[in-house]
Structure formats: structure tokens, C-alpha cells
């Protein structure tokens, strides 16, 4: 099992940048493919971007048009998520996610099965 807990999110302006955090509790992320969702309020929650086991391979949405950046530490304890050049379009609140023996890609699939945390905040004004 893993616990996750989101951080970093805030208010911030439109051109803006902020780095979210996914910490591991219980166990590390070892062995575990990793990805960041977000749902916005009135919308159904979509994938942003995931990394493997071993950070050797990632995979993003075509929505964020180059602008994100999924990385996790050499500890695999943390997993995350730099965010450039922020549009009020990117408002929502964001989930990290965690799935035992899946590749980057698998994680585009959202899944309740998957351990989840609770999300942190991104609002962008214009």
C-alpha cells in the first residue's frame, strides 16, 4: 500500500509557473507507475501526465502542449509536477495518482482502483 499526499498548489496569474508535489507514505513509489490528473469543478477529471517505476519513461496529455514536466526523486519517495506558463484553462484541482506494475502510458486510463490523494488546489486568474 501507498498514502499520497498532494502538494504545492496556489492562486497564481495567468504566464505563471508552480511545481506540485506527490509525497509517498507507507512505502515509496518503487515499482509503482505514478501520474497527475485534474478535474475542474463541473468537468470530469482528465490525465495530465505520468512517469515509470524508474523515471526513465514519461508520458503527457496532448492539453498541455509542452508546458508540464513529470520527474520523481532518485529516493522515489516524491513524484513531481513543474507547470509553466499557467492558463486559466489549467484551473482545476490536482490529483497524483499511484499503480503497482504499470508503465507510464497505462496511467492515461483513469482508475478508482488506483491509490489516490487528495488533490491540491491550481487557480489561475487571468
Known amino acids: 500500500q501507498v498514502k499520497l499526499l498532494e502538494t504545492g498548489g496556489g492562486l497564481v496569474h495567468t504566464g505563471d509557473s508552480l511545481r506540485l508535489s506527490c509525497v509517498a507514505s507507507?512505502?515509496?513509489?518503487?515499482?509503482?507507475?505514478v501520474g497527475w490528473s485534474r478535474q475542474a469543478t463541473g468537468k470530469e477529471r482528465e490525465f495530465v501526465a505520468s512517469i515509470s517505476w524508474n523515471g526513465y519513461a514519461t508520458y503527457y496529455a496532448e492539453s498541455i502542449k509542452g508546458r508540464f514536466t513529470i520527474s520523481r526523486d532518485n529516493a522515489e519517495t516524491t513524484v513531481y509536477l513543474q507547470m509553466n506558463n499557467l492558463s486559466p484553462e489549467d484551473t482545476a484541482v490536482y490529483y497524483c495518482?499511484?499503480?503497482?506494475?504499470?508503465?507510464?502510458?497505462?496511467?492515461?486510463?483513469?482508475?478508482?482502483?488506483?491509490?489516490w490523494g487528495q488533490g491540491t488546489q491550481v487557480t489561475v486568474s487571468s
Open positions: 495518482a499511484a499503480r503497482p506494475g504499470a508503465n507510464a502510458q497505462a496511467m492515461d486510463v483513469l482508475s478508482a482502483d488506483d491509490y
Open positions: 507507507g512505502r515509496t513509489f518503487s515499482n509503482y507507475a
